[in-house]
């Protein structure tokens, strides 16, 4: 059955970031010298920065826009250890110790925020709930036996279990005991102020272009001022400065969808996650007023790559539909996150030569426990001087397994694919489109993309990325310009939404 258009919000708009205000920041406007420089203002930069500044620290922080407006305003924020069919492939590819570490890193993460909610008493939602990993599909049993048996190496405490308490058709499921779900941006609205409180000094619309070494490492920003600091933490979600530790062939950026809406039913607690694609992943939340809002996400893909964007909410609209008796449909907004080749974020030194620039990014959709834990190693590594129990995990520098150079081959060859396919590919007609739609177009010469907005007035931005140089394609249901090399976005006007790429689309006249 499929949901009448008028059921759907028109725009997307992340429920987080509408139901809290976040202080406002100025832009750097001089150079500057400090101990650490984050560049990044989602829940990996500001934890980082909470870690630091409690411990002395000086720490300036920069964001390319507004603070917690990436990804991290826009998660499901999923509390958990249970990171989708994740524990079998780390033992397979590591060993049973490393995977141990993993979760111990991430549960180390969830008691952190649990502390944190507590000692400031931060009231945002958090709610300690049962997660399940299910399974409708036959071929995914015994996956989901190898993940339990797993789990039984790693101390992972759980049950099998053959019924949900969510309405939904399933054949089993891990549920993992104790995890949380919270309001993201209410308790990084707290880690903030507390940051404020330590000295932390954070700049908004300060875009981070590159960095240059003299004495010490220089961020340089987009008005060409500088940030001089001992060290440097890349928190952009997307390293800037991503052609050391060739970072572009070693990851890529993939889409997900999250729809909020209200129900005649009762939501009966917990957080579920299909291990099956496509995703499925339900949440609960209440709203100021006391309204329950049931969060429905998944619906993963490469970014700029796939069906029409607008096919991945249709379809969690109609998942909701059938299952859980929708009242309204409130809000609908996505996120993007990056995966690398062996599934296991990259937390550490960017490279093994520069021990003072660090990253953290790769965290696969698990942002919450991830970023956290991130800012926990990166400030240790600081401040005791390289130790941490879980760096060689993290290590960006990590042995290499075979899957992971697979994995560099089909990523690599689907970024030449699009590079090449990007070039050949556009319509020669001129444009005839119809308000608040785009097409492809040549422009004397150029693929240029064409966008008619409400108002009637056309907007034509070149449509070469700016980052490596592939051809962006249309996202009707963002409106936005997406690149599917390494996930860059640009708005119709060509303004960069999400990097890698730190200049906008070139503009293109009639
Ligand atoms: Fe790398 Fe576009 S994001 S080429």
Redesign the pocket.
């Known amino acids: 059955m499929i949901v009448p258009t008028e059921n759907i919000p028109r725009y997307p708009d992340s429920y987080w970031l509408k139901d809290i205000k976040i202080p406002s920041f100025n832009t750097l406007d001089e150079t500057i010298k400090t101990e650490v420089v984050i560049v990044g203002g989602g829940i990996t930069g500001i934890s980082t920065a909470y870690f630091l500044s409690q411990q002395g620290k000086k720490v300036v922080l920069i964001d390319a826009g507004k603070l917690l407006a990436g990804t991290t305003g826009h998660t499901t924020a999923k509390i958990t250890v249970q990171h989708s069919l994740i524990y079998d492939e780390i033992i397979n590819h590591f060993g049973v110790e490393e995977a141990k570490l993993y979760y111990e890193a991430n549960n180390e993460a969830l008691q952190f925020i649990r502390n944190i909610v507590t000692k400031y008493d931060i009231d945002c939602n958090f709610e300690t709930e049962d997660a399940y990993l299910f399974t409708n599909d036959d071929d995914y049993i015994e996956k989901l036996q190898l993940e339990q048996k797993a789990y039984e190496q790693i101390g992972l405490k759980h049950e099998l279990v053959k019924e949900l308490p969510l309405n939904i058709p399933v054949k089993a499921a891990l549920k993992v005991p104790n995890q949380a779900n919270f309001h993201p941006l209410k308790y990084l609205a707290t880690l903030i102020e507390k940051c404020v409180e330590n000295g932390v000094s954070f700049y908004e619309n300060t875009t981070a272009m590159d960095i240059e070494y003299m004495k010490h490492p220089a961020v340089i920003v987009n008005n060409d001022h500088r940030i001089i600091a001992e060290h440097v933490i890349i928190a952009s979600h997307y390293p800037f400065y991503d052609l050391k530790g060739l970072y572009?062939t070693r990851m890529y950026a993939d889409r997900s969808y999250i729809i909020a809406m209200t129900s005649e039913e009762k939501y009966p607690g917990g957080m579920y996650i299909s291990a099956e694609n496509p995703v499925r992943s339900i949440r609960s939340t209440k709203t100021a007023n006391g309204e329950e809002l049931w969060l429905v996400g998944g619906e993963g893909h490469k970014v700029g790559q796939g069906k029409p964007m607008f096919d991945h909410y249709n379809a969690l609209f109609q998942y909701a539909d059938l299952h859980f008796n929708p009242k309204q449909f409130l809000y609908r907004w996505s996120a993007q996150d990056l995966i690398t080749l062996d599934h296991l974020p990259y937390i550490g030194p960017i490279t093994k030569s520069e021990d003072n620039i660090y990253i953290a990014t790769g965290f696969r959709k698990w942002g919450m426990t991830n970023g956290t834990i991130a800012g926990k190693i990166i400030s240790d590594l600081i401040i005791t001087d390289g130790e941490n129990k879980y760096k060689h995990v993290f290590s960006p520098s990590r042995k290499v397994t075979k899957e992971a150079v697979k994995n560099f081959v089909k990523y690599n060859t689907d970024v030449a694919k699009h590079?090449i396919k990007g070039k050949m590919e556009y319509q020669t007609t001129k444009a005839d489109i119809k308000k608040e739609e785009a097409t492809i177009v040549r422009l004397r010469g150029i693929r240029a993309g064409v966008y008619r907005d409400e108002t009637d007035k056309l907007h034509i931005v070149n449509t070469t990325?700016?980052?490596?140089?592939?051809e962006?394609n249309w996202n009707e249901a963002e409106k936005t310009w997406d690149?599917p090399?390494?996930?860059?976005r640009f708005s119709y006007t060509g303004e960069v939404v999400e990097g890698?790429?730190k200049e906008n689309l070139e503009v293109l006249e009639e």
């Open positions: 572009p590079l990325c700016t980052h490596l140089g592939c962006v690149c090399c390494h996930g860059s890698p790429a």
